[in-house]
């Protein structure tokens, strides 16, 4: 059987695209003047963090339960997923009343496990186990065999591919009546079947877009599966963009992005929190880690986009408001604006007001000062977080923070003291 045979096709898109307009919103497809105007060039979001439950992943998990038998809907589904998908498996089982066990890890957001729930009414029941996507699909794959149930894939699956690819369909509708037609299309990749729809019709419908998925720095598998071509299951990932935090790819996405894709770029976490509070602040959208990796991108094309028209697929929103303040940490400190440092102080008086006048520039700020006073020694170490204003004053204040004791130490790069630490 020749590769092409295992691919979806763009008629198998549109045949879900028709099955799903009753069911899923036609999200809309929005200009972006702030991002137009920082890239230079034309920028519009689909907004699939408006969807109904406020992301893509409705689409394949509906069209992908739809199409089972009535003896397989009687018995139930099972599935595994970091929170989108289960969401979307909820909302189908519910307006279905079809039952379902949803397996998701105990590190989800609280946000997105009530989400789940509320969706699914008593419908569904949730079951936290393992720490990461991938522990929690080995359980539900478990059960689903042990209990007769339908498992429910997120990412590698036909049915699902075609449904998550239907938003692509209306994209290109919505293009034509802008009179427009994409140039670049960026994706966010977790197990690929986002990526594998909207790839599928795209190269059918409009052969001249360029797309690109984006992965997360610390959990690049469709990445590694490229260069190696072949998946690969990745020793341990960043699991912080939950939604595309997977150490595996599907061997059927795999084949898709091989065949469809043009370029996997990577962000790192840091960049994808910058642009999470970027969009919240500039643009008054709520969107999740994974759902902001499309536009953090752009930073890495800003010149190779110019003048172009681009799509960002904004494919969630399903953001834990107890997140922002690491949300807001990381983007600090990839952004070069706050620092930690151990640094030794002598246990006298003065000596706080000696480091402030010495070692602080004018714009700078302490966030950070943890000192337990040590008896009979002379010296005593602190914890210290700098705040700057100008990410260019940080060679200065290393400068005096190592006349002042040249024996400090920098935490920032320091995974482990940092933890241990901060």
Do not use: W
């Amino acid at each position: 059987m020749e590769l092409v045979d295992l691919l979806v096709t763009e008629e198998d898109v549109e045949k879900a695209y028709d099955a799903l307009k009753s069911v899923v919103k036609h999200t809309p497809l929005e200009y972006d003047f702030y991002l137009s105007e920082k890239y230079h060039c034309n920028v519009y979001l689909k907004r699939e963090d408006l969807q109904r439950v406020r992301s893509f992943k409705l689409r394949g998990a509906f069209y992908a339960i739809s199409r089972l038998s009535a003896a397989q809907l009687e018995k139930g589904v099972a599935c595994a997923s970091a929170g989108n998908h289960a969401q979307g498996v909820a909302y189908t089982c519910k307006r279905m009343t079809v039952p379902a066990t949803i397996f998701m890890p105990t590190t989800t957001p609280q946000q997105k496990v009530s989400q789940v729930r509320f969706f699914g009414g008593s419908n569904v029941e949730v079951v936290l186990v393992g720490d990461t996507f991938d522990a929690s699909a080995t359980a539900a794959k478990e059960y689903a065999a042990l209990h007769g149930q339908t498992f429910i894939p997120p990412f590698d699956d036909p049915d699902i591919i075609a449904g998550q690819g239907s938003l692509a369909v209306e994209m290109v509708k919505d293009l034509n009546k802008a009179h427009e037609q994409a140039d670049y299309v960026f994706a966010g990749i977790g197990g690929g079947g986002l990526i594998s729809g909207v790839a599928t019709y795209l190269k059918a419908k409009s052969p001249i877009t360029k797309i690109i998925g984006v992965e997360p720095a610390g959990a690049p598998s469709m990445t590694e599966a490229l260069k190696q071509n072949q998946v690969v299951t990745l020793d341990k990932i960043d699991k912080f963009v939950d939604g595309a935090a997977v150490k595996e790819v599907g061997s059927l996405t795999f084949q898709h992005a091989k065949v469809l894709v043009d370029e996997v770029a990577t962000v790192s976490e840091g960049a994808v929190c910058s642009t999470i509070l970027d969009m919240y602040t500039k643009q008054a959208i709520v969107a999740e880690p994974a759902g902001a990796l499309s536009v953090a991108a752009l930073e890495k094309y800003r010149e190779e986009i110019k003048d172009k028209t681009v799509v960002c697929i904004v494919s969630g929103g399903n953001n834990d408001i107890n997140r922002m303040q690491e949300i807001e940490e990381r983007s600090l400190l990839h952004e070069g604006l706050k620092h930690y440092f151990i640094v030794n102080f002598s246990q006298r008086p003065g000596a706080l007001k000696e480091f402030v006048n010495d070692v602080l520039g004018p714009h700078d700020d302490i966030t950070k000062f943890e000192y337990t006073k040590k008896v009979n020694r002379g010296n005593g170490p602190v914890i210290i977080g700098v705040l700057l204003q100008d990410k260019n004053d940080y060679e200065g204040l290393l400068d005096r923070v190592a006349a002042f004791d040249p024996n400090y130490i920098p935490i920032n790069d320091n995974q482990t003291l940092y933890t241990l630490l901060v």
